[in-house]
């Protein structure tokens, strides 16, 4: 394994690492398919597991047996000072370790839902921070497969795998097209699609979890704006979770963990 003291924040072997946001990083021609960013040996371990290949490691110089212990023998390791990773990054890393990993190709949805039960649908959610709790809710409460919408945040954005706790390369996931072309791909799969959401006509969460669905698309929709009337046209039935104390609806990755605990509970 090539361990490679880097002693300034310049040198353009960090070009991975400097000044690029996620959505830069997306983009990047080389390699085919872009890029994201690892954040803790935690969360590199749990992206190695899934299958992703890292193409360098940053690391302080603290946490290079962690490094060590995580990659192979074909991946250069960047050990710098704490001050040379802030000065590249401009943040504070504060977990020592940063991964430059390659973008895995999307799956087609057709084979994300093949055979799954319990479906989470994110509809332009773009806080990173409700993805990432929407995704370890998915993966603590049995949702078999999560999808997103064309506008929604990137779930391997840095945040978004944080708060996740690295459920995002637990769960499989991918995009879905625009609603015209996507509730007839879900419907095919043989999905009900309820939209999470207030209206008159809702059904409250616990009477739709009672009637026995075998398989569920669960649609939520970003705060404040909820569900665009695509989905809500698109869905099957419109469900909602009864609220007390004048409170008319919860944050969406809250919401999600009380769904999906019910529903879970109905199909076990």
Known sequence: MPLIPVDSAADPRLADYRDLTDVSLRRVAEPAGGLYIAESSKVLDRALRAGHR????????????????????????????????????????????????????????????????LVVVLEDI?????????????????ADAVLVTPRCADPLYRRSVRVSMGTVFQVPWTRLPEWSSAAPLLRDAGLHLAALALSDDAVPLDAFSAAGHERVALLLGAEGDGLSRGALAAADTVVTIPMAGGVDSLNVAAASAVALWELGRAQR
């Open 54 to 117: 890292p193409r360098s490691v940053l690391v302080q110089e603290k946490f290079v047996d962690d490094a060590v212990a995580l990659v192979g023998e074909d991946v250069d390791v960047f050990v710098v000072a704490s001050e040379v990773a802030e000065g590249v990054t401009g943040y504070t890393v504060h977990r020592g370790l940063l991964a430059s990993m390659h973008r895995p190709a999307l799956a087609p949805v057709e084979d994300v839902v093949a055979g799954a039960r």
């Open 126 to 142: 773009v806080d990173h921070t409700n993805v990432g709790a929407a995704f370890r809710s998915a993966a603590a409460l049995g």
